[in-house]
C-alpha cells in the first residue's frame, strides 16, 4: 500500500519554483533515498509531506497523500493528528529542531505522554547516561542531539520517518553510527524511510529504492541498485558517475558541468536540456512524460534510444565530473 503519494505536486516560493510537478510513492515498510544536487527540491518535497513548508510556500498544483488522506486538504485537527501518528521528521541541524529551554527528558517525556518511559526510548539510541535525561539541548554534541531528536521522532513508532540529511552536519564517525541507528529502529518498528541525501554510495547501500530529483522533479525513480549502477536518465548517469569520487573527498555532489537551473515558473522542456550531453531539440520546448525503462520510472525524451548506454557512458568525458 503507498503510505505516501506525492502527485504533481508544484511549490513556489515567491518567485523561486521549487516543485515543478514533483511525483513520488513511498510504499509500507520500504526505505527510499531521495537525492539530487543542492536546490533541486529534496527539502520541498520532504517537508510538503508534512505540510512543513514555510509560511512563504505555496502550492500551485497537485496533491500529498499520506495513508490515503490528503495533506493539503485537511482541517488543523486531523492534521496534527497525522503528524503525531503517522510522520516523523529528523533534519540536519538537530539542536534547532529541538527546543533550547527544555531538558532533554521533558521535551522527550511531552511526546511520549503520561506514561511513557523516558529511559527506555533514550536506551533505544544508547543514550542510556541518566545526566543526558538532565540536560538542555546546547549541552550535547551533535551526534547526541541528534540521537535524541530521533529518539523522539521514533519514539510513536510513525508510519513513515522523513529524514532531511540527518547526518550531514555530523562527524564521519558519527555519521555511520547515527544512520545505522536510524534504518535498525525504523526496521524493528516496520517505519518506512524517506532519506534525503548527497551521498549516493550510502544510499545505495542502505535503501530499497530511489529517487532523483532535478529541477523540482523526480526525473528517475526505482529499485536503488539498479537505478544507481544502471541509470535510465543522463542526469542519474552524470551523478552516479561521479559519486564515489565525490563521496570519498567528503564534499557535497558538484558533479555535472553547469549548473542547476534556478526555476521562475513552469520549465518549458526537460530542465536538465541545457547540460545533457543527448538532448535534442524537443527536449528544450517539450516537457517529459513519464516512462517506464526496466524498473525504472523515468522522466526522459531520449531514455528509451539510450537504453543501455548510460552505465558505460558513465566513465565517458562530458559527463563525468
Ligand atoms: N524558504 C525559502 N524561501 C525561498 N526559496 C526557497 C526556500 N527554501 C528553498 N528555496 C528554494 O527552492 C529551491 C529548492 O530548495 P530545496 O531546499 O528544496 O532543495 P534541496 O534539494 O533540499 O537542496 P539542498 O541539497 O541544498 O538541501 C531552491 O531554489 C531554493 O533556493
Ligand atoms: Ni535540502
Redesign the pocket.
Known amino acids: 500500500m503507498s503510505l505516501l503519494s506525492v502527485r504533481n505536486l508544484v511549490i513556489d516560493?515567491?518567485r523561486?519554483r521549487?516543485l515543478d510537478g514533483a511525483d513520488l510513492e513511498v510504499t509500507q515498510g520500504e526505505t527510499v533515498g531521495l537525492v539530487?544536487?543542492?536546490?533541486?527540491?529534496?527539502?520541498?518535497?520532504g517537508s510538503a509531506a508534512g505540510r512543513l513548508l514555510?509560511q512563504?510556500?505555496r502550492r500551485g498544483e497537485g496533491e500529498v497523500l499520506v495513508a490515503g488522506e490528503p495533506v493539503f486538504e485537511l482541517p488543523a485537527t486531523r492534521l496534527r493528528h497525522l503528524r503525531r501518528r503517522h510522520l516523523g521528521f529528523v533534519f540536519q541541524d538537530p539542536i534547532a529542531s529541538l527546543d533550547p529551554t527544555m531538558r532533554v527528558g521533558a521535551q522527550l517525556g511531552l511526546v511520549l505522554g503520561r506514561g511513557g518511559d523516558v529511559s527506555f526510548h533514550l536506551g533505544r539510541v544508547r543514550l542510556d547516561d541518566p545526566r543526558v535525561v538532565r540536560s538542555y539541548p546546547h549541552q550535547l554534541s551533535g551526534g547526541m542531539a541528534q540521537r535524541v531528536a530521533i529518539a523522539m521522532a521514533m519514539a510513536t513508532a510513525p508510519d513513515l520517518l522523513i529524514a532531511?540529511?540527518p547526518t550531514a552536519a555530523l562527524d564521519s564517525q558519527v555519521r555511520e553510527e547515527v544512520s545505522n541507528m536510524v534504518f535498525s529502529l525504523a526496521a524493528e518498528a516496520g517505519t518506512s524511510i524517506l532519506w534525503?541525501s548527497?551521498d549516493l554510495p550510502a544510499v545505495a547501500r542502505r535503501c530499497d529504492r530511489v529517487a532523483v530529483?532535478y529541477g523540482?522533479r523526480v526525473v528517475e525513480s526505482g529499485p536503488a541498485r539498479q537505478v544507481l549502477g544502471n541509470p535510465a536518465h543522463p542526469y542519474t548517469a552524470a551523478l552516479a558517475g561521479s559519486a564515489p569520487a565525490a563521496a570519498a573527498h567528503g564534499v557535497r555532489l558538484e558533479p555535472v558541468p553547469g549548473r542547476p537551473p534556478?526555476l521562475t515558473g513552469p520549465a518549458e522542456g526537460c530542465a536538465f536540456a541545457p547540460r545533457c550531453p543527448f538532448a535534442e531539440e524537443r527536449c528544450e520546448h517539450e516537457r517529459p512524460a513519464p516512462v517506464r525503462i526496466r524498473e525504472q520510472d523515468v522522466l526522459c525524451h531520449r531514455a528509451a534510444d539510450l537504453e543501455g548506454t548510460l552505465a558505460q557512458r558513465r566513465s565517458a568525458p562530458e559527463v563525468s565530473a
Open positions: 516560493y515567491a523561486t521549487a539530487g544536487e543542492s536546490g533541486s527540491g529534496k527539502s520541498t518535497l514555510p512563504s510556500a532531511d540529511e534525503l548527497h530529483m523540482g534556478v
